[in-house]
């Protein structure tokens, strides 16, 4: 079993930056690709980022390309997302996850933080 337990989020203004955590706890994450996902009032769960399990090969969605970066840190059993340029319409609850390959959809992936809020003003 692995414990996700992220942090970082909050209130920021738009244009403005956030860097999310995520601890994990129980097992290492250095065997599992690692995932950031985001779910808006309302609407589905939806990828954000994920990162494999050395660190080596990541993937973004359109709507963050450039503007976000997915990190890790397996020594220290822990995953990052860096949020520049933040715009309204990322405000979201964010969620990390861990899975055994680096994948878009949300099923792929096994175990799951509680998720931290990150607004967005205008």
């Known amino acids: 079993q692995v414990q996700l337990v992220e942090s970082g989020g909050g209130l920021v203004q738009a244009g403005g930056s956030l860097r999310l955590s995520c601890a994990a706890s129980?097992?290492?994450?250095?065997?599992?690709?690692m995932g950031w996902f985001r779910q808006a009032p309302g609407k589905e769960r939806r990828f954000v980022a994920h990162i494999s399990w050395s660190g080596i090969s990541t993937d973004y969605s359109d709507s963050v390309k450039g503007r976000f970066t997915i990190s890790r840190d397996n020594a220290e059993n822990k995953l990052y997302l860096q949020m520049n340029s933040l715009k309204p319409e990322d405000t979201a609850v964010y969620y990390c996850?861990?899975?055994?390959?680096?994948?878009?959809?949300?099923?792929?992936?096994?175990?799951w933080g509680q998720g931290t809020q990150v607004t967005v003003s205008s």
């Open positions: 996850a861990a899975g055994f390959r680096g994948a878009t959809m949300s099923r792929e992936y096994a175990y």
């Open positions: 129980g097992r290492t994450i250095s065997t599992y690709a």
